[in-house]
T-cell receptor, first 114, second 115 residues
Framework: DTEVTQTPKHLVMGMTNKKSLKCEQH?????MYWYKQKAKKPPELMFV???????INESVPSRFSPECPNSSLLNLHLHALQPEDSALYLC?????????????FGPGTRLTVT | AQTVTQSQPEMSVQEAETVTLSCTYD???????LFWYKQPPSRQMILVIR??????QNATENRFSVNFQKAAKSFSLKISDSQLGDTAMYFC????????????FGGGTRLMVKP
């Protein structure tokens, strides 16, 4: 099973809402990533978890709050977002953070902030 | 800091023909990895091919091959016998050795394969 799943596929939220994005993998990978991707642009790294610990935060605003409850699951909690946060949010996982292991990407959650 | 440049925002190719996508990068590192990722419309991004900088031999994966020119810092992707399913956004990416697998992506090339 080389699949990374993400839910929901689409999310529309108001600027005062609180919502969460979920990512799951069952490949035994110990590194998981959150990316933000705007239309026709490359993904931008937001967070990296390694062995369930946050190892990289790319200066992401605090209205985005990641969580890694266990080695298979990664959440992104959203609160008080802005319209410019509308984007495709991609989750990825890899065997580890060291070396250059292939990153397996999920299909993404398309977020619209109104 | 590393930069990755894809100079062709859009390309098109006829089915069954060959197309080459360009990628150049800038780094002072000697040990690194290069990748081509494919993102089809509304589908997951997948790894197409990877190249270790210390390997002189160009990587190949079925119809996909690269031309890795380390001195020129160039890493182009050749797709032979193009198929309709090759229509996608292609991203060139770079990571330093022991950089925690952090990818630096190029801006992407949108490839359209025409029947």
């Amino acid at each position: 099973d080389t699949e990374v799943t993400q839910t929901p596929k689409h999310l529309v939220m108001g600027m005062t809402n609180k919502k969460s994005l979920k990512c799951e993998q069952h490949m035994g990978h110990r590194a998981m990533y959150w990316y933000k991707q705007k239309a026709k642009k490359p993904p931008e790294l937001m967070f990296v978890y390694s062995y369930e610990k946050l190892s990289i935060n790319e200066s992401v605003p605090s209205r985005f709050s990641p969580e890694c409850p266990n080695s298979s699951l990664l959440n992104l909690h959203l609160h008080a977002l802005q319209p410019e946060d509308s984007a495709l949010y991609l989750c990825a996982s890899s065997q580890a953070r060291t070396g250059a292991y292939e990153q397996y990407f999920g299909p993404g959650t398309r977020l619209t902030v109104t | 800091a590393q930069t990755v440049t894809q100079s062709q925002p859009e390309m098109s190719v006829q089915e069954a023909e060959t197309v080459t996508l360009s990628c150049t990068y800038d780094t002072s590192e000697n040990n690194y990895y290069l990748f081509w990722y494919k993102q089809p419309p509304s589908r997951q991004m997948i790894l197409v091919i990877r190249q270790e900088a210390y390997k002189q031999q160009n990587a190949t994966e079925n119809r996909f091959s690269v031309n890795f020119q380390k001195a020129a810092k160039s890493f182009s992707l050749k797709i032979s016998d193009s198929q309709l399913g090759d229509t996608a956004m292609y991203f060139c990416a770079f990571t330093r050795y022991n950089a925690g697998n952090m990818l630096t992506f190029g801006g992407g090339t949108r490839l359209m394969v025409k029947p």
